[in-house]
């Protein structure tokens, strides 16, 4: 922490104003409050060099963020803003809206956990409609609800050059989701979009399925920490067959399972884009593992697969190393607490004698004894990459 004397924030922020080659600063978690944000303001004020600064987790209050806003309204190289976790709130959205409109270099903000509701949401919507810079924008853990969430999507109905939009955490219900599908089917930008732990459900899983039938820009996909269950999974799914742009998909901690895996494996079946899938803390114990084996058998596009936090065991394995075999796309493997023992890892070593693409094998915190750690020593030095 920096906050033992102020002498120090001033020390460190009066080096901004004549240092010309730092390019990121990280302030993040030292609790420096509106006095040192007063201070730093001061330094964005004339320094010409910093492009990325991080003051998350600072305690920055109303005060502070007028200092810096007033900063970043002459500021023109900042362009990663980092204001996670402060004391921002509905007041301060406004000056979030002004900044927006007046600032032509900010291309990432995030101000997730701010507490801004609905009321701030509507602020930033309308910046939205007229900034013509900002690429990416975190809202995650912001209160915000249907009304608010409504107001953003229309936003980015208009806005053309935002790609990156993430709203975990936040409470919009089933018609903040179908806002969204609907935005989906008309923005023609977005890539990535989180919607972790939003408590989406199965009719939610089916609204998604209809946007991703018809979007054709949206490249990453964090449904994580939902309710999608089977039923849901199967809509998602449904959408793989036919979306061609999708790469990225998270579904981890979703409540699925062999039913739910069924899908999956008919949908990688035939899907020829996804690059990289996420079902970690599914409870995926050995049925449900052979439905994704067996699509990865013909699939040849999955090049990164994380099986984390399940129920593998050295059981669930012996399919692993069938697919192991004869896929020739997968890349990372992530088998990280699953149960794996030592006759387990002995049979992995065996499949990456014949297995020449896999480079990352993740098998932390398994039940590996003694001879399983000196199997992993004795292959250490293989091209691919143990943790």
């Given at each position: 922490?920096?906050?033992?004397?102020?002498?120090?924030?001033?020390?460190i922020f009066e080096t901004l104003k004549v240092n010309n080659t730092l390019k990121t600063l990280n302030l993040s978690g030292n609790k420096i409050r509106d006095e040192g944000a007063k201070y730093i303001s001061e330094?964005?004020?004339?320094?010409?060099?910093?492009?990325?600064?991080?003051?998350?987790?600072?305690?920055?209050?109303?005060?502070g963020f007028q200092y810096?806003?007033?900063?970043?309204?002459?500021?023109?190289t900042i362009t990663y803003l980092n204001l996670e976790d402060n004391h921002l709130g509905e007041e301060n959205s406004k000056l979030v809206c002004k900044l927006l409109k007046v600032n032509n270099t900010l291309a990432t903000l995030n101000i997730s956990d701010n507490l801004m509701g609905d009321a701030g949401s509507k602020e930033i919507s309308e910046a939205l409609k007229v900034n013509n810079t900002l690429t990416s924008l975190n809202l995650g853990c912001n209160r915000i609800e249907y009304e608010g969430l409504f107001c953003l999507c229309e936003a980015l109905n208009v806005n053309k050059t935002l790609v990156s939009f993430q709203v975990r955490y936040n409470d919009f219900g089933e018609e903040g989701l179908i806002c969204i599908c609907d935005m989906l089917k008309m923005n023609d930008t977005l890539t990535t979009l989180d919607l972790a732990y939003s408590s989406l459900?199965?009719?939610?899983?089916?609204?998604?399925?209809?946007?991703?039938?018809?979007?054709?820009?949206?490249?990453?996909l964090d449904l994580s920490y939902n309710s999608i269950e089977d039923e849901g999974l199967k809509y998602i799914c449904e959408s793989l067959?036919?979306?061609?742009?999708?790469?990225?998909?998270?579904?981890?901690?979703?409540?699925?399972r062999d039913e739910g895996l069924k899908y999956i494996c008919e949908a990688l079946k035939v899907n020829d884009t996804l690059t990289s899938l996420d079902l970690q803390d599914n409870k995926i114990i050995v049925e449900g593992l052979k439905y994704i084996c067996e699509a990865l058998k013909v699939n040849n596009t999955l090049t990164s697969l994380d099986l984390s936090y399940n129920r593998?065991?050295?059981?669930?394995?012996?399919?692993?190393?069938?697919?192991?075999?004869?896929?020739?796309?997968?890349?990372?493997?992530?088998?990280?607490?699953?149960?794996?023992?030592?006759?387990?890892?002995k049979n992995i070593f065996e499949v990456l004698k014949v297995n020449n693409t896999l480079t990352s094998l993740d098998l932390l915190c398994n039940m590996i004894g003694d001879e399983g750690k000196q199997l992993i020593l004795e292959n250490s030095s293989n091209s691919f990459s143990f943790h």
């Open positions: 922490s920096i906050t033992d004397e102020i002498s120090q924030q001033i020390y330094a964005l004020k004339v320094n010409k060099s910093l492009t990325s600064l991080d003051l998350g987790y600072n305690g920055i209050g109303d005060d810096v806003y007033k900063a970043l309204k002459k500021n023109k459900g199965m009719e939610s899983a089916r609204y998604i399925c209809e946007a991703l039938k018809v979007n054709d820009t949206l490249t990453s067959k036919v979306n061609d742009t999708l790469t990225s998909l998270n579904l981890s901690c979703n409540s699925m593998i065991g050295d059981e669930g394995l012996k399919n692993i190393f069938e697919v192991l075999k004869v896929n020739n796309t997968l890349t990372s493997l992530d088998l990280s607490y699953n149960r794996i023992g030592d006759e387990g890892l």
